[in-house]
């Protein structure tokens, strides 16, 4: 027997509704129980609940071709698709009976005692505790990563780079003579940033950022005089600031460990180039709800109200920022200069002339996080903050989350810039609990 068979867990389907397209010329089983599963979840209002819809339409559409008992064709190249059915007496003794989990791993064994093969009956799961159960009973298994863009979280692109130069480039960097880059000699990204270190003295340092190869490096705008009374305590934050204001930088994705100034950094270059240099109309700030989208709307209240608990780290950045005058914070929320948006409801929206910054980025999916982008209209800027080392969502993780993605996929275009803040700036305790705990 050459073709294998992939019994695929609920928790693959509710992270991505196109899986069972993605095995070749293999079959993918599906367990009644994984149908059951799904059908709990179609009617959330988030990409959970959007990749359970699809995919229970795609099974539909798959009965004009013939049975679901029976192995259906899925095209060419793309092997076929059957429901299996279970039998709970295959299970250890001690197996819970009524666990969910544990009826799709005897469904998996129901496949291999009528096949009488079990090297070809692999079960793939997002659940590690699933994998060691299966391992446990003799049953081949695999994690499902479709989305893994790097291989380990450490491999993120980081936006800055040490570059090793003569001496005498620092200081033509530094009397304003117009340097190429050879693409021969360093490979970068668009906005990418430099520190060109002297092959002499390493403590002669110049900080630059990289745009094209047919464009000069450029000097790294410091704000002496602050933005919006933040100041850049370090150069990554120096780097993220120079990316934040600039208006030709349409995204901007910030990765960073609590307190590393993600948000205050972002929040204040927004209500500059809003209050200060109306070059945006308004600031939309939003942050991923855990689940998303479904626990709001048990909450009494306006969207602002209902959004409260999730954004109080939000608006205590904002009051710090406005010198704690919540009275003018209120005012600018009641005239539409500040939303507090929910990201239930963006879907559907074409935002235009607006600063968005979307908080916990990590805890969406790639999904989720395209159809928030695809919102963004004319003349708006949209910011992307997050920890990939701190995500809440059970269905992706630091090399799959929407963020990852969208650092790794967007660093090669001119419109995008990216910077990984590493130093904790919020306080002494903060920054120790981020290391040590």
Not at 56 to 82: A, C
């Amino acid at each position: 027997m050459s073709k294998k068979y992939y019994v695929l867990d609920t928790n693959v389907y509710l992270s991505d509704c196109d899986a069972i397209f993605n095995y070749k010329n293999n079959n993918v089983a599906i367990p009644l129980k994984v149908l059951e599963e799904v059908d709990k979840h179609k009617k959330r209002q988030d990409g959970v609940g959007a990749n359970a819809r699809q995919f229970i339409r795609t099974l539909d559409e798959l009965r004009e071709k013939g049975s679901l008992d029976e192995e259906i064709k899925l095209g060419k190249g793309k092997g076929s698709v059957s429901v299996i059915p279970c039998d709970l007496s295959l299970l250890p003794v001690d197996y819970e009976k009524n666990n969910p989990d544990n009826i799709i791993i005897a469904s998996t064994l129901t496949l291999i005692r009528t096949l009488g093969d079990s090297k070809h009956v692999i079960l793939v799961s997002q659940d590690i505790n699933m994998r060691v159960k299966c391992d446990s009973l003799g049953i081949q298994t695999e994690d499902y990563v479709p989305n893994q863009i790097v291989e380990r979280a450490e491999e993120v692109f980081t936006g800055f780079l040490q570059y090793l130069v003569d001496d005498v480039f620092i200081d033509r960097f530094y009397s304003g003579e117009k340097i190429l880059l050879n693409e021969k000699d360093i490979k970068l990204f668009p906005n990418q940033f430099l520190m060109l270190v002297s092959n002499a003295n390493d403590k002669k340092t110049a900080l630059a950022r990289f745009k094209a190869y047919n464009q000069p490096i450029t000097k790294v705008k410091e704000y002496k005089n602050g933005v919006w009374g933040i100041y850049a305590k370090n150069k990554e934050q120096q780097f993220a600031l120079d990316l934040l204001m600039d208006p030709e930088v349409k995204i901007v994705s910030l990765i960073g460990r609590a307190g590393s100034g993600k948000t205050l950094n972002a929040l204040a270059a927004g209500l500059q180039q809003i209050i200060e240099d109306k070059i945006y109309t308004k600031l939309i700030v939003s942050r991923p709800v855990q689940p998303m989208g479904k626990d709001i709307g048990f909450l009494p209240g306006t969207i602002e109200e209902k959004m409260t608990p999730w954004l109080a780290p939000v608006q205590d950045n904002l009051e710090f920022l406005m010198g704690d005058d919540k009275e003018h914070l209120k005012m600018m929320m009641e005239q539409g200069t500040i939303e507090m948006e929910a990201l239930t409801y963006i879907r559907g929206r074409s935002i235009a002339n607006a600063y968005i910054i979307i908080d916990e980025s990590q805890n969406l999916t790639s999904h989720e996080l395209k159809t928030i982008i695809t919102r963004v209209g004319e003349g708006t800027k949209i910011i992307l903050t997050g920890d990939i080392e701190q995500i809440d969502n059970a269905y992706v993780d630091a090399t799959t989350n929407g963020l990852t993605y969208a650092v790794e996929k967007l660093k090669p275009y001119e419109l995008v810039g990216h910077i990984t803040l590493k130093k904790g700036e919020r306080s002494d305790v903060a920054t120790l609990a981020a290391q040590v705990l």
